[in-house]
């Protein structure tokens, strides 16, 4: 039996707020969280993902009161992610209404995080958050803290390591293509998805249906993270699980 691909709409939160740009940087707000949720469900999104862009202390526990209304909204898996640091914290946030949980900067500092999430709660739980970029001399450079902080670490080597510590999926942004809408880093989600043996979902860069349908017809990426274009309504959700239909590539259908 193949799997559906998953189309997986992401909000990108600060101060209670859904907000967009593009390479992490230059932020506009796009609309309240609990009620773009609701939205993308009834659209057909397999997924919700909050990253919770700031994550200071304060915007930290208005993700976990958001998530928690927005839980109670969704039958869609809901993945929470953004200033996460420990077990507990992972604890916490799966009990506010997480499906999942995603882990980025605390996980490149103390790597143990992701063994004891999982060990805890499940690797299905916790998700390996990766934001990289291109290295001039070739490769990929995995960077942290929302972008801004080089890691030295290499993001394929970095990325089965985290598959290796227990985290169930890999949620892999390209920096260098966030928010410019010409498609998904096809050369890097391969080379991601193809090192690992769990699931990876491809991220920054989406600009139309056909991007989508090229990361799934051109990679082994699981899922396909979308954010910009769902909120500036430049296209939907039954309208990409149609052209990805069309495309061969299975995907769960919106209910009519």
């Given at each position: 039996?193949t799997?559906s691909?998953r189309v997986?709409?992401?909000?990108?939160v600060?101060g209670?707020?859904?907000?967009k740009?593009t390479?992490f940087?230059?932020?506009r707000?796009?609309?309240d969280?609990?009620?773009?949720?609701?939205k993308?469900?009834?659209d057909?999104?397999d997924?919700i993902v909050?990253l919770?862009?700031s994550?200071?202390a304060?915007?930290?526990?208005?993700?976990?009161?958001?998530?928690?209304?927005t839980?109670?909204r969704?039958?869609?898996?809901l993945?929470?992610g953004?200033?996460?640091?420990?077990?507990?914290?992972?604890?916490?946030?799966?009990?506010?209404g997480?499906d999942k949980?995603?882990?980025?900067?605390a996980?490149?500092?103390?790597?143990?995080v992701i063994?004891?999430s999982?060990?805890?709660?499940?690797?299905?739980?916790?998700?390996a958050?990766i934001?990289?970029?291109?290295?001039?001399g070739?490769?990929?450079?995995?960077y942290?803290?929302?972008?801004?902080?080089p890691t030295?670490l290499?993001?394929?080597?970095?990325?089965v390591?985290c598959?290796?510590l227990?985290?169930?999926e890999?949620?892999l942004?390209?920096i260098?293509?966030d928010?410019?809408?010409t498609?998904y880093?096809i050369?890097?989600?391969?080379?991601?998805?193809?090192?690992?043996?769990?699931p990876?979902i491809?991220?920054?860069?989406a600009g139309s249906g056909?991007?989508i349908?090229d990361?799934?017809t051109?990679?082994s990426?699981?899922?396909a993270l979308v954010a910009?274009?769902f909120?500036?309504?430049l296209?939907?959700?039954?309208?990409?699980?149609?052209?990805l239909?069309?495309?061969?590539?299975?995907v769960?259908?919106v209910p009519?």
């Amino acid at each position: 039996m193949t799997l559906s691909r998953r189309v997986i709409a992401c909000l990108d939160v600060a101060g209670g707020r859904v907000v967009k740009g593009t390479s992490f940087v230059a932020l506009r707000d796009v609309g309240d969280p609990a009620e773009l949720a609701a939205k993308y469900e009834r659209d057909g999104a397999d997924e919700i993902v909050f990253l919770d862009i700031s994550a200071s202390a304060d915007d930290r526990a208005t993700l976990l009161d958001l998530a928690r209304q927005t839980a109670e909204r969704l039958f869609i898996p809901l993945t929470i992610g953004g200033g996460v640091r420990t077990a507990d914290d992972v604890g916490n946030t799966l009990r506010a209404g997480a499906d999942k949980v995603s882990i980025n900067s605390a996980s490149v500092q103390r790597p143990d995080v992701i063994t004891e999430s999982a060990d805890r709660f499940g690797s299905q739980c916790v998700v390996a958050s990766i934001d990289a970029k291109r290295r001039t001399g070739g490769g990929w450079q995995v960077y942290t803290h929302g972008g801004r902080r080089p890691t030295g670490l290499d993001a394929l080597d970095w990325s089965v390591r985290c598959a290796e510590l227990g985290a169930g999926e890999v949620l892999l942004t390209s920096i260098d293509y966030d928010g410019a809408r010409t498609g998904y880093d096809i050369e890097l989600t391969a080379a991601v998805a193809d090192a690992v043996t769990i699931p990876v979902i491809a991220s920054g860069g989406a600009g139309s249906g056909e991007h989508i349908v090229d990361v799934f017809t051109h990679t082994s990426a699981a899922a396909a993270l979308v954010a910009g274009i769902f909120h500036d309504e430049l296209t939907t959700l039954p309208d990409i699980k149609r052209q990805l239909a069309r495309a061969g590539i299975p995907v769960r259908q919106v209910p009519a």
